[in-house]
C-alpha cells in the first residue's frame, strides 16, 4: 500500500468522529447562547443604525424627550451616536437614581471639552467619586459656600450693584437707552471674579486680563464635539480644529490662573496681610492649606480646578437669575401664585 493511500484511509477513519465532536461542540455552543441571560433594558424607541436615536430629538431635545417619555415611560433608554442615554421623566424615578442609587450614578459623563479645560476633570463637577471628590466636596461646603462665608463678600455686592445703579443713572439723566442685559451680565460677573479671585472681570470699557479666554471657556464647553457620541471617530475633531481651540483656550486659562495663585502667594510670603472680612476664595484656599486645616493635601492642579469650576458656574448662573427675574418681576400674580 502506498503512502498517499494509507493517509487517506486514516483520514476517512477519524472523518466520523471529528464530525462528531464538532457537532458535540456546536451544540453546547448554542446552549450557552440560548440560557445567556439577556440585559434588561429599560424601553427604547426604534433607532437608525450608527446615529441611533439621534435623528429623533430635534431642535428641542427636552420637548422630543417629554413626548418620547409619555410613549415608553418615565424611564427610557437611546442611544445617542454609539453612547447608551438614560432618560428619566417621573419624581419617582428621580428619586431611584438620586437617592436611593446615588452611587451608582454619581459619576458624570467626562465630555472633551472639560477633560481639556478642567484640568482633566479634576473640579468637583467632573471628577469621579472617591476620596477627593469627598474632601473637596466638604472644603467647599464649610470652607467656601457657607452662610458665614457668602455674608462676608456682602461688601463687593454692595459696591458692584451701586456702581451699576449709577451707571443707569447716568443714562436716565443723558436720555440714553440702556442694554440691562449686558449691563447684568458685566455686574454679575464682576462680582463673582472679586469674590474668587478678588480682581474684577472687567472694567466699565470692557476691559479685561481673562474676559475674552472665560467666554471662550462657555462656547467651547456647550460646544458639539463628535467624540462625546462617536468616541471611535475622534479623529474628526481634530481635522475640524476643535482640539486645536481647547488646547489653545486652556493654555490662555491656565496661565492665567497660574498668574492670579502666584500673585496670592507672593502676597502671603511678603506678609502682606488681606482683612480676613475681605479675602477671596483663592486666599482661603491657600490658606488652609498653609495651615493644616483639610485633611487632604490638594496639589495646585487641584486648586486652580476647584477654583475654576467655582468661577465659571457662578458667573453663568448669576446673570441668567438676573436677567430672567425682570419680566419674571413684571407680574406680580406670577409671584404669588408660583407654579
Avoid at 427610557?76 to 428621580?94: D, W
Avoid at 472679586?194 to 460646544?223: I, Q, T, W, Y
Avoid at 476647584?306 to 418681576?329: E, G, Y
Wanted: net charge positive.
Amino acid at each position: 500500500m502506498d503512502f498517499p493511500t494509507k493517509i487517506h484511509q486514516q483520514f476517512q477513519a477519524l472523518n466520523p468522529i471529528s464530525s462528531s465532536l464538532c457537532l458535540f461542540f456546536f451544540f453546547i455552543l448554542l446552549l450557552k447562547l440560548y440560557k445567556r441571560k439577556k440585559p434588561n433594558f429599560p424601553p427604547s424607541p426604534p433607532r437608525l443604525p450608527i446615529i441611533g436615536n439621534l435623528h429623533q430629538l430635534g431642535a428641542l431635545p427636552h420637548q422630543s424627550m417629554a413626548a418620547l417619555s409619555n410613549k415608553y415611560g418615565p424611564l427610557m433608554l437611546l442611544k445617542l451616536g454609539q453612547k447608551h442615554t438614560l432618560v428619566v421623566s417621573s419624581a419617582k424615578m428621580a428619586r431611584e437614581v438620586m437617592k436611593t442609587h446615588d452611587i451608582k450614578f454619581s459619576n458624570r459623563p467626562q465630555t472633551t471639552a472639560a477633560y481639556e479645560l478642567l484640568y482633566q476633570c479634576q473640579d468637583i463637577g467632573f471628577t469621579q467619586y472617591g476620596e477627593y471628590w469627598r474632601q473637596a466636596r466638604k472644603v467647599c461646603a464649610l470652607e467656601l459656600f457657607s452662610a458665614k462665608r457668602v455674608d462676608s463678600f456682602q461688601y463687593v455686592r454692595d459696591d458692584e450693584i451701586g456702581g451699576l445703579m449709577d451707571r443707569i443713572g447716568k443714562a436716565c439723566v443723558g436720555v440714553e437707552a440702556v442694554n440691562l442685559s449686558q449691563l447684568f451680565l458685566q455686574t454679575s460677573n464682576n462680582i463673582v471674579s472679586r469674590c474668587v479671585l478678588g480682581e474684577k472681570f472687567e472694567d466699565e470699557n470692557g476691559n479685561s486680563r481673562f474676559g475674552d479666554a472665560a467666554r471662550k471657556v462657555m462656547v467651547l464647553m456647550v460646544a458639539f464635539c463628535v467624540a462625546d457620541l462617536f468616541p471611535s471617530l475622534w479623529w474628526i475633531d481634530t481635522i475640524r480644529g476643535f482640539n486645536k481651540q481647547l488646547e489653545d483656550c486652556f493654555k490662555r486659562l491656565d496661565t492665567f490662573f497660574s498668574k492670579v495663585v502666584e500673585e496670592h502667594k507672593e502676597k502671603i510670603r511678603d506678609d502682606v496681610g488681606t482683612d480676613e472680612s475681605k479675602k477671596d476664595f483663592v486666599d482661603i484656599m491657600l490658606q488652609l492649606q498653609r495651615d493644616g486645616m483639610v485633611d487632604y493635601h490638594f496639589s495646585p492642579i487641584n486648586l486652580k480646578a476647584i477654583v475654576l469650576v467655582r468661577f465659571f458656574v457662578h458667573l453663568t448662573l448669576k446673570a441668567i437669575v438676573l436677567v430672567c427675574f425682570c419680566p419674571f418681576n413684571r407680574y406680580g400674580s406670577t409671584q404669588k401664585n408660583p407654579v
